[in-house]
């Protein structure tokens, strides 16, 4: 069967997602392509995001590439599967050969995943998008789908915040694609998808279905809903204070190799 590895992780995300009781609401699934490649992009908030994504590509029919760091593919756990769904090995330390990947799937018409982001949002708002979504999709001569998702932080996220409940609201909205003008400028590109991801995604905040169950419960929502997320400029700082960490943590192991 093709794809099979893709569709066995499938099979099981579904089990996952039934046993958890989510609630889902997937729309504007019509504009994803039925054929050709295009790159998917989505907003990021909760560590499920990838499944939820593929989720709603699947109901279209097809299957998503994709582009993961670098430790996901390492892990003797999640490496073979991850390898196996053809998704795109992202190391930073080589990222042109990731950049030249991406644009070989796109060109041979696959959908290409990527969270411009590159790292989860505390404020639960869009941050600052990365230029590599518009540059691939201008090298390669294909659109780009936008899309949000909303939920999957109350489920499973940053800071060590998860729950088993069950019954959680899972929203995930596809718009319309992006297709960029000839000679269009990455920096333009990239600020118009943007804007259309974030009426995306403001529109799936507002019609969410559920609401905090009490004052401890409003952290999931944004500051402008009322919620007791973050500001963005706080979010910043904290985001900027794990990667000191990590990295902090890195050179200790690498000087504690040498000192080997």
Do not use: C
């Not at 499938?10 to 295009?38: K, Q």
């Not at 939820?52 to 073979?80: C, D, E, N, Q, T």
């Not at 992006?178 to 995306?200: I, N, Q, T, W």
């Not at 279905?209 to 401890?216: A, T, V, Y």
């Amino acid at each position: 069967m093709r794809d099979l590895p893709y569709r066995v992780v499938n099979r099981f995300m579904l089990g996952v997602f039934w046993l958890l009781g989510l609630r889902f609401d997937v729309g504007g699934v019509e504009n994803f392509p039925t054929s050709g490649g295009a790159v998917i992009a989505s907003n990021h908030v909760s560590y499920l995001d990838f499944t939820f994504v593929g989720l709603a590509a699947y109901k279209r029919g097809r299957l998503v590439r994709f582009m993961a760091k670098k430790s996901v593919f390492i892990s003797k756990i999640s490496g073979p599967w991850m390898r196996g769904m053809k998704h795109i090995l992202v190391d930073r330390e080589a990222g042109a050969a990731a950049f030249s990947e991406a644009i070989k799937a796109l060109r041979e018409g696959e959908l290409v995943g990527i969270f411009p982001e590159a790292t989860i949002s505390r404020s639960w708002e869009l941050k600052k998008f990365k230029t590599g979504v518009s540059r691939l999709a201008l090298q390669a001569g294909v659109p780009i789908v936008p899309m949000v998702v909303w939920g999957g932080q109350r489920v499973f996220t940053v800071d060590k915040r998860y729950s088993l409940r069950r019954g959680t609201a899972i929203s995930i909205l596809v718009g319309e694609p992006l297709v960029p003008a000839e000679g269009a400028k990455a920096g333009r590109v990239m600020l118009d998808l943007h804007a259309r991801m974030d009426a995306l995604l403001d529109q799936v905040q507002r019609d969410y279905p559920q609401q905090p169950s009490g004052s401890d419960d409003r952290w999931w929502l944004p500051r402008r809903l009322g919620g007791t997320a973050p500001t963005m400029e706080l979010a910043e700082e904290l985001e900027a204070g794990v990667l000191a960490a990590r990295r902090a943590k890195a050179a200790r192991k690498a000087a504690g190799r040498t000192a080997a």
